[in-house]
């Protein structure tokens, strides 16, 4: 058996303990890696930042409302500006 052989196994184990502290992490947690130099934790806190400040999916907005001539008497105001 070799050394390489013995090692592997107790490396994968750290790496799989690595990932699961990570996704347990919190939020909290994440910003104060982000500002010590982490740039994964940076990534993360801008990729969230993007996502939060991103324009939210809508529907079709309804047509305009029409009267029996099909005159429009109502209109579409677009308030996410």
Do not use: F, Y
């Given at each position: 058996?070799?050394?390489?052989?013995?090692?592997?196994?107790?490396?994968?184990?750290?790496?799989?303990?690595?990932?699961?502290?990570?996704?347990?992490?919190?939020?909290?947690?994440?910003?104060?890696?982000?500002?010590?130099?982490?740039?994964?934790?940076?990534?993360?806190?801008?990729?969230?930042?993007?996502?939060?400040?991103?324009?939210?999916?809508?529907?079709?907005?309804d047509?305009?409302?029409?009267?029996?001539?099909?005159?429009?008497?109502?209109?579409?105001?677009?308030t996410?500006?």
């Amino acid at each position: 058996m070799s050394i390489q052989s013995v090692s592997a196994p107790s490396s994968i184990t750290n790496t799989t303990k690595a990932a699961a502290q990570e996704a347990a992490e919190t939020k909290v947690q994440t910003v104060q890696e982000a500002s010590h130099g982490d740039r994964q934790a940076q990534r993360l806190v801008a990729k969230r930042a993007a996502a939060s400040h991103a324009e939210p999916k809508t529907a079709v907005p309804d047509a305009p409302t029409v009267n029996s001539q099909g005159q429009h008497v109502g209109k579409i105001v677009n308030t996410a500006a």
